[in-house]
Nanobody, 125 residues
């Protein structure tokens, strides 16, 4: 059974930074899609960033230039570096992985079969 465990969330003032980590219980080389999603109260879940085949990265327009997704295959860990945080970034952030090996990873999360429990990020203005 695949387990994903997020860490690194917390409270930060607007303009600050946080680095989220997602430890995966299996080699991340087995997953063609890995990504970060977020869900704020009263809002739908949205994809924040994803890494697909050939390490192609995609970002939500709202975080481009501020967030960076990366992975460490040796540590089986996915990261999300978040800079210049805004109050609108406040949400529960979830790590996800899927075994799709072609094309882009769907932004609606359909290509991601495995999900973590999430970590809370709160940005105060």
């Amino acid at each position: 059974q695949v387990q994903l465990v997020e860490s690194g969330g917390g409270s930060v003032a607007a303009g600050g930074s946080l680095r989220l980590s997602c430890a995966v219980s299996q080699t991340i080389l087995a997953f063609g899609c890995m990504g970060w999603f977020r869900q704020a109260p009263g809002k739908e879940r949205e994809e924040v960033a994803a890494i697909g085949m050939r390490d192609r990265t995609t970002y939500a327009d709202s975080v481009k230039g501020r967030f960076t997704i990366s992975k460490d295959s040796a540590e089986d860990t996915l990261y999300l570096q978040m800079n210049y945080l805004e109050s609108e970034d406040t949400a529960v952030y979830l790590c996800a992985a899927g075994r799709k090996y072609y094309g882009d990873c769907r932004k609606d999360g359909a290509d991601f079969a495995y999900w973590g429990q999430g970590t809370q990020v709160t940005v105060s203005s």
